[in-house]
């Protein structure tokens, strides 16, 4: 059966992206990113992605609004609270006995795992020797996650979460409300690195203790999986933990080898010490 | 409307999910050859249990979809809760934290077009009883792309919004009754 003419502009329109601004989509997960840019070209819109992809190439606005279609990505404070229970009850434990620690928040997208690790280790009494890296390929996402402002009616949620999480404070300790938004304490960025960083093309930068990255290897392929585990693997320090999110697996993956089950049902590996 | 043989069999359900699939499900064989999809919308934040209710009652496997699992035939997966469930065209399974479609995640409208787009007149596609408008978009997109249509009958449904709706937007859709639509699958197989 030929390809479908969709299919080829789409594949088209990636290269594009990818040849013009260096952001490479080309692996990711077909049928979400074809829904994704298929909302992206109604919406914008365009009759065909040929069409998107010759504005994308000719008119410089085109790639941010482009982009918040492709990377958009909605997330809670404490989100799977019995994730963060356990990396309270089984991982800090763990983490207590290094003098000074790096974490990894990998896709951090607008900032709300960042600031549930950051407030759980605070919590802990780990947050003054932690060095926290809230990475994203979205600068929009990004900039979102630095402002830490989130709409008001979403906290009642975090608040849940956060208090089944095992939370040992108020969640308002945090966060001041005003005109429906309630804005995240900028003390809580103090051990913060925000960076542009990306899981397909870019390289390690630092040894860490913890990788959390929920949520973002479903929508990779598995060759770009793969890609993704390697990076963690080798920015992990020798019995250093990785979380992923609840549905995600390493089991088909050629680093499975590498880590093995530390808490199963929550999805948190640790790197063998091989 | 269809003209392909069936390769796999995509199944939406809201307000009464449970009891219209145990008209359905328990009389496959442990021997079916094709894969079913299942999205029926369940509350984010707790654990569901369909999976194994009706593991316990089928013949069929049944789980609760990972992401890239390559589909089986005989098996049921359904969509886990807070996640869309989606098919890849090399036919695995994926999911997806994509904002919530009118208000479901999982969404029936998500894993029907992505189902459609995977095996076009190899598709057949059920929306079920519902309370809202879930799988209308869906289904038309299955019949579309040449999948067979299949909405249960209004009358006799748990809720008749769902069913309604999908007959609007796809009026070639056949409406069946449950047990017609049980009946409908096990003859599937032999086709």
Known sequence: ?274 | MTSGKAEAIVIGASAGALEGLSVILPPLPASYALPLMIVVHVPPGKKSLLAEIFQAKCAIDVREAEDKEPLCSGTAYFATPDYHMLVESDKSLALSNDEPVLYSRPSIDVLFESAADAYGPGLVAIVLTGANDDGANGLKAVAEAGGLAIVQNPVGAYASQMPEAAIRACPGAKVLSLEQIALFLLKLEKA
């Open chain 1, 1 to 274: 059966m030929s390809e479908k003419i969709e299919d080829i502009e789409i594949q088209l329109l990636l290269e594009a992206l990818y040849k013009r601004f260096h952001y490479d989509f080309r692996n990711y997960a077909q049928a979400s990113i074809k829904r994704r840019l298929k909302q992206a070209r109604e919406q914008l819109g365009f009759a065909s992605f040929s069409a998107l992809q010759e504005s994308l190439l000719h008119d410089p606005t085109m790639l941010l609004r482009l982009l918040g279609y492709l990377t958009v990505q909605v997330s809670e404070l404490f989100r799977d609270p019995s994730y963060f229970r356990a990396i309270r009850e089984k991982v800090v434990p763990h983490l207590r006995t290094y003098p000074s620690l790096k974490v990894w928040i990998a896709g951090c997208s607008s900032g709300e795992e960042l600031y549930s690790f950051v407030i759980l280790f605070r919590e802990e009494g780990l947050e003054e020797r932690t060095l926290f890296y809230a990475t994203d390929i979205n600068q929009d996402a990004l900039a979102k996650a630095e402002a830490g402002i989130y709409d008001l009616s979403r906290i009642q949620l975090f608040t849940e979460n956060h208090r089944n999480s095992g939370g040992k404070s108020s969640l308002s300790d945090y966060y001041s409300a005003a005109y429906g938004s309630a804005a995240f304490d900028k003390s809580l960025r103090k051990q913060v690195v925000f960076s542009d960083h990306s899981l397909v093309t870019d390289a390690v930068f630092a040894e860490m203790h913890m990788v959390s990255c929920r949520n973002v290897l479903i929508y990779f392929d598995r060759a770009l999986q793969d890609r993704a585990l390697g990076l963690f693997k080798e920015s992990l320090a020798r019995k250093g933990f990785l979380g992923l999110g609840a549905k995600e697996t390493m089991r088909f993956s050629e680093h499975s080898q590498s880590f093995t089950d530390y808490v199963r049902e929550e999805k948190i590996y640790q790197k063998s010490a091989r």
